[in-house]
């Protein structure tokens, strides 16, 4: 047999020693024989070697075989080495009891016969090589698996890793996309005060060329100062009324308040009167039901309001479209309200109706951020807990906003 195997033979005798060890050594090819002349010397030995099989004499002076086998077996590195007793004889019975109480495998009784010596060994050796490989392959195996763990955790924190750059990335991203709407709210409510302070303006210039013109021609009195000096200040506090209304409405709500639907859709309409007037747009506001509210962020609600509009009035006034025409309607479900809004510009084209609530998706190139839609439907469907749907009917885009009704007031 060959098995690269360690040997350990305990024998007081060292005539019995070398008896075994050349035996042994001339019979197995790969054996490393460890003899050993008392049980301390042996023990000497384990502590070194790495024992695979051991065979005791059981009668020693000082350590015994009972005694080294005990303390082979309570130690945790040793507890599996296989020990076979050498014993004499006449003593066979009571020793092999012994014996395999302390853990003993097997035992041989001396004077030994070879042949049945080395068949047993050799048995036992096939054991000890098989159970060596069986080590060897549970070793690879655990490294091999420890190796996937390591590999895995390493993944894992790798994608841990990764999934906090993108949540940065985002983060930034919505940063900017916030600032960028920002400046877009801005632009539009600055457009927005011009088209609303142009008629005052005139009117203004009006009264002033008016005054002028009196002076000139010496026919100005003090009722003339009085009167236009009355009229000036009244068209300058609708003007800061105007500014005021914008700024109100253009500051986001910290709060949710409870606010009447048609009301405050009345007033968003109000804010573009202007607008509607001076390019022909012609507005149909078809309450069905009043005194709906609903308890939401009021000023956003109005923005969403103001860029569905906005993009409406572009749409009307870029196709040229004869008769412009909006309309706002108000429906109430059981538990729901929807308010559409329907231009006749035509509808939404099908190719890039799924575009339309992207951040910067626009067709108006440079008149267009490409911002209102997709502000307007993270306000509605993340800040109001509402949805934001863009169809086409037959005459043009219908946008719906839809809320879950928060009350309902009686007096209609
Ligand atoms: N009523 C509508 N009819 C037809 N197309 C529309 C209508 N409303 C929006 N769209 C389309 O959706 C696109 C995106 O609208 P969105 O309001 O998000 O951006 P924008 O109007 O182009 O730019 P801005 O950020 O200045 O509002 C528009 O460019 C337009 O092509
Ligand atoms: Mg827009």
């Known amino acids: 047999v060959t098995c690269e195997c360690n040997l350990l033979i ?10 075994l060890e050349d035996v ?33 004499d059981i009668q020693m002076p000082g350590m015994n075989g009972f005694e080294l086998c005990k303390r082979i ?8 080495m296989p020990v076979i007793f ?12 012994n014996g395999f109480k302390n853990g003993a495998v097997d035992y041989i009784i001396k004077p030994f016969d070879v042949d049945q010596l080395i068949n047993r060994l050799t048995l036992y050796l096939k054991i000890i090589k098989q159970q060596n490989q069986l080590k060897g392959l549970n070793c690879e195996l655990e490294e091999k698996v ?14 841990e890793e990764r999934v906090q750059e993108e949540l940065h990335k985002n983060k930034e991203k919505d940063h900017l996309i916030y600032q ?19 008629q005052p303006l005139t009117s203004l210039l009006a009264i002033i060329q008016s005054i002028e013109f009196k002076d000139r021609i010496n026919k100005l009195t003090k009722d003339d100062i009085k009167e236009s000096s009355v009229k000036a200040k009244e068209i300058t506090q609708k003007m800061s009324t105007v500014i005021d209304d914008f700024q109100s409405f253009f500051k986001p709500d910290k709060q949710k308040t409870e606010f009447l639907v048609d009301k405050t859709i009345s007033k968003t309409l109000a804010l573009m009167e202007a607008e509607f007037v001076s390019e022909g747009i012609e507005i149909e506001f078809d309450i069905k039901v009043t005194g709906i509210t609903i308890v939401s962020y009021k000023n956003e609600f109005i923005q969403v309001l103001l860029n569905i509009l906005k993009n409406s009035v572009d749409v009307l006034m870029s196709k040229n479209i ?5 309309k706002i309607s108000v429906v109430l479900s059981a538990s729901e309200i929807a308010i559409s809004v329907e231009d006749n510009a035509g509808g939404i084209p099908d190719d890039i109706i799924s575009f339309i609530f992207d951040p910067y998706f626009s067709t108006k190139s440079q008149n267009g951020s490409g911002m209102g839609l997709f502000m307007s439907k993270i306000i509605i469907e993340e800040h109001m807990n509402g949805k934001l749907i863009a169809n086409n009917s037959e005459s043009g885009a219908v946008f719906s906003l839809i809320f879950p009704i928060g009350f309902i007031s009686t007096n209609r």
């Open 86 to 97: 050498l014993t004499a004889a006449y003593k066979s019975k009571e020793f092999i009891q």
């Open 10 to 19: 305990v024998d007081d005798v060292e005539d019995n020693l070398f008896l």
């Open 24 to 56: 042994l050594e001339d019979e197995f090819d790969s054996m490393n024989v460890f003899p050993a002349t008392s049980g301390e010397a042996a023990l000497e030995i384990i502590k070194n070697n790495r024992i695979d099989l051991a065979i005791l």
């Open 73 to 80: 077996k309570s130690n945790k590195e040793t507890e599996e």
């Open 146 to 159: 420890a190796l996937q763990t390591a590999e895995l955790r390493d993944l894992n924190g790798r994608l």
């Open 180 to 198: 960028q709407s920002k400046l877009a709210i801005m632009g539009e409510m600055t457009r927005m005060i011009a088209h609303q302070w142009r």
């Open 322 to 326: 004869q008769d412009k025409k909006i």
